[in-house]
């Protein structure tokens, strides 16, 4: 596939520019609770709302993107859609091909280089799948193209971006581990935040999770997965968590104007999601392929570079 083919490619539709967070913020709240990728798993809902529900004071729960992915059977993409429904959602680049696909945007997924051809032309095919799955759903694809790409949260008057993606694109990797590692990346989110104005930015899409303070006091906070292991021999997603009080309870976490930012596991029952997913998704299907051995195992990734 050439680079920029379907998969590869990043719409234009899906880039808004770091200068739409100085918008007015949407939220006020003590606590913000972000989560996502939670990939069609029903089972982190559960342990995902108890640990939110048991929040005391103003308190948003955001599901920002890619909360569809291997759900193909109709009740249980029923049952995500729903469940998503209760609370503030964005869309990730899933939701928006679902909902309108850009021509030759194929999953949206924007896949950098480091992804092999194999992983983007199964995740092509995985969203095709999926798609015949959402039109079933009455009023499912008109919904998900109602829903936003980002928006701004202010935590006790910190405020937050929040997105599926980047500071600049709903696809974007700019919050991956891989180029906040290098220098040019940590640059570019140094001007991201400077164009933004905002003091965090909670992402997702990349998958593997990031907590990293960048020059000039902005922190960001990539969940990677809610519904998916992130590190090698767990079984846990996380969710990101930023508020006024400490839950006592965090992977790791960093501070930032009086705040705790922190990642929290979503401890979900794996041997029935992975029954479920195999249900869905057989030894040799293309997802089996692309993540069977990331649900039982993790990814090849580990939180202590992230807990220093
Ligand atoms: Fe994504």
């Given at each position: 596939m050439p680079s920029g083919g379907p998969g590869r490619a990043c719409p234009v539709s899906y880039r808004y520019g770091s200068a739409v967070f100085r918008a007015a913020a949407a939220l006020h709240v003590d606590t913000l609770w972000v989560a996502g990728g939670l990939y069609g798993n029903p089972y982190a809902f559960e342990p995902l709302l108890e640990l939110y529900e048991r929040e005391p004071g103003s308190k948003a729960l955001v599901f920002n993107g890619d909360f569809h992915w291997f759900d193909i059977d109709f009740?249980?993409?029923?049952?995500?859609?729903?469940?998503?429904?209760?609370?503030?959602?964005?869309?990730?680049?899933?939701?928006?091909?679902?909902?309108?696909?850009?021509?030759?945007?194929?999953?949206?997924?924007?896949?950098?280089?480091?992804?092999?051809?194999?992983?983007?032309?199964?995740?092509?095919?995985?969203?095709?799948?999926?798609?015949?799955?959402?039109?079933?759903?009455?009023?499912?694809?008109?919904?998900?193209?109602?829903?936003?790409?980002?928006?701004?949260?202010?935590?006790?008057?910190?405020?937050?971006?929040?997105?599926?993606?980047?500071?600049?694109?709903?696809?974007?990797?700019?919050?991956?581990?891989?180029?906040?590692?290098?220098?040019?990346?940590?640059?570019?989110?140094?001007?991201?935040?400077?164009?933004?104005g905002v003091r965090i930015f909670a992402s997702s899409h990349t998958c593997l999770p990031v907590l990293q303070e960048v020059p000039g006091g902005g922190l960001i906070a990539n969940n990677g997965a809610a519904g998916m292991p992130n590190f090698r021999g767990t079984h846990y997603g996380i969710a990101t968590r930023i508020s006024v009080r400490s839950s006592g309870g965090a992977i790791y976490s960093k501070g930032t104007e009086d705040?705790?930012?922190?990642?929290?596991?979503?401890?979900?029952?794996?041997?029935?999601?992975?029954?479920?997913?195999?249900?869905?998704?057989?030894?040799?299907?293309?997802?089996?392929?692309?993540?069977?051995?990331?649900?039982v195992h993790g990814p090849r990734y580990s939180a202590d570079a992230l807990a220093a």
């Amino acid at each position: 596939m050439p680079s920029g083919g379907p998969g590869r490619a990043c719409p234009v539709s899906y880039r808004y520019g770091s200068a739409v967070f100085r918008a007015a913020a949407a939220l006020h709240v003590d606590t913000l609770w972000v989560a996502g990728g939670l990939y069609g798993n029903p089972y982190a809902f559960e342990p995902l709302l108890e640990l939110y529900e048991r929040e005391p004071g103003s308190k948003a729960l955001v599901f920002n993107g890619d909360f569809h992915w291997f759900d193909i059977d109709f009740s249980l993409f029923q049952k995500v859609q729903s469940s998503v429904e209760k609370f503030i959602a964005l869309r990730g680049n899933v939701e928006t091909e679902l909902a309108a696909p850009a021509e030759g945007a194929g999953c949206g997924c924007g896949y950098p280089d480091w992804v092999d051809d194999g992983t983007v032309e199964r995740s092509n095919r995985m969203l095709d799948r999926l798609r015949a799955t959402a039109l079933r759903l009455p009023g499912a694809t008109r919904a998900l193209a109602a829903l936003p790409m980002h928006l701004v949260a202010e935590v006790a008057g910190v405020r937050v971006a929040v997105v599926h993606g980047d500071a600049d694109s709903l696809a974007g990797w700019g919050f991956s581990q891989e180029a906040l590692s290098l220098p040019p990346g940590v640059e570019a989110a140094r001007r991201a935040f400077d164009d933004a104005g905002v003091r965090i930015f909670a992402s997702s899409h990349t998958c593997l999770p990031v907590l990293q303070e960048v020059p000039g006091g902005g922190l960001i906070a990539n969940n990677g997965a809610a519904g998916m292991p992130n590190f090698r021999g767990t079984h846990y997603g996380i969710a990101t968590r930023i508020s006024v009080r400490s839950s006592g309870g965090a992977i790791y976490s960093k501070g930032t104007e009086d705040l705790f930012v922190e990642a929290v596991k979503l401890e979900y029952d794996h041997a029935a999601w992975e029954r479920c997913f195999l249900a869905q998704w057989p030894s040799g299907s293309d997802a089996h392929r692309s993540y069977y051995e990331r649900i039982v195992h993790g990814p090849r990734y580990s939180a202590d570079a992230l807990a220093a």
